[in-house]
């Protein structure tokens, strides 16, 4: 019979003990914090339909904000713990395809989308299946080390961002509900923004990444500033908030396309931007985020 050997090292007074972590026998309770971050997020995109079938459809907004928070968190808080795994790369996929796939149509869907007839009802589908198959393409892409891609550009609009874009209409309708229902046509334009939201996911548009972000030391207090204003006025006036933060985001698309030109004459690169609108591409060379 084989003898099954664990790994000794040493304790600092000499003596030896087994590696009984190194072996998966135990694991610090640190580096489940990551997945306790990726659990609250799917459980605040459930909460979010939960709103929906409500009619809250402020907290429902506001619960699939809170999940993408918790998206960015539970990344970096897992390199930060050097806590990353296979599973928790599984998991958080799934997670993020509850709470910024299926949630945000199901949201949409309940709030207008059901009154625009067939197209409302496809809008939904097609927006869930394409946070589907991004996060697919996200889990077979490897992160390219050369070439353009590398430079801090993602392929297409990440699944939390495409949710903010996607509630656009609903933070204008929180804001000045009066406003946004007197055009007759509101419903259909909701119906064909969300299909809209949901091809710049599955395209390879090359979209800033927070990499472009390069920070000095001497920016870190103002930087702080900033942020710590852009949380009070979350707190104070969400939807204006979340309405100009989403336009925002749109408003950099074309400067992100033109950045992207840009670097590709200098690395002397061939990319058609034709077939990166279709997702048509090498996705081996794609640096995609979720």
């Not at 699939?64 to 928790?88: C, M, W, Y």
């Not at 989308?113 to 299946?129: D, N, Q, R, T």
């Not at 690395?267 to 090498?282: P, V």
């Amino acid at each position: 019979m084989a003898k099954t050997t664990l790994k000794a090292v040493k304790n600092k007074d000499g003596s030896k003990k087994q590696n009984d972590e190194h072996h998966g026998i135990f694991v610090g309770y640190h580096k489940l914090i990551p997945n306790i971050l990726t659990l609250t997020a799917l459980a605040a995109g459930l909460t979010a339909i939960q709103y929906a079938m409500d009619g809250n459809w402020g907290h429902a907004a506001i619960a699939i904000v809170l999940a993408a928070v918790l998206d960015i968190l539970d990344g970096a808080t897992a390199r930060l713990l050097n806590a990353t795994s296979s599973f928790g790369a599984q998991l958080d996929s799934f997670s993020d395809f509850l709470a910024f796939g299926v949630a945000p149509a199901m949201v949409l869907y309940l709030w207008v989308l059901e009154e625009s007839g067939k197209i409302g009802w496809i809008a939904m589908v097609i927006f869930a299946v394409a946070s589907a198959m991004r996060l697919a393409r996200y889990n077979i892409t490897p992160t390219p080390k050369t070439g353009v891609w590398s430079k801090g550009f993602f392929a297409g609009v990440p699944a939390p961002a495409g949710a903010g874009m996607a509630f656009l209409p609903l933070y204008i309708w929180l804001m000045a509900p009066e406003f946004f229902e007197s055009f007759a046509a509101a419903n259909t334009l909701v119906g064909i923004w969300v299909i809209f939201c949901a091809g710049m996911m599955v395209s390879s548009i090359p979209t800033w990444s927070t990499k472009q972000i390069k920070l000095k030391s001497r920016m870190a207090t103002p930087i702080l500033a900033f942020i710590a204003v852009i949380i009070a006025a979350l707190v104070q006036a969400p939807w204006p908030t979340l309405t100009i933060m989403s336009l925002t985001y749109v408003a950099t698309i074309p400067f992100s396309i033109r950045h992207f030109q840009k670097i590709v004459k200098e690395n002397k690169e061939e990319i058609d931007l034709a077939d990166l609108a279709l997702g048509i591409s090498d996705h081996g060379n794609l640096n995609e985020e979720k």
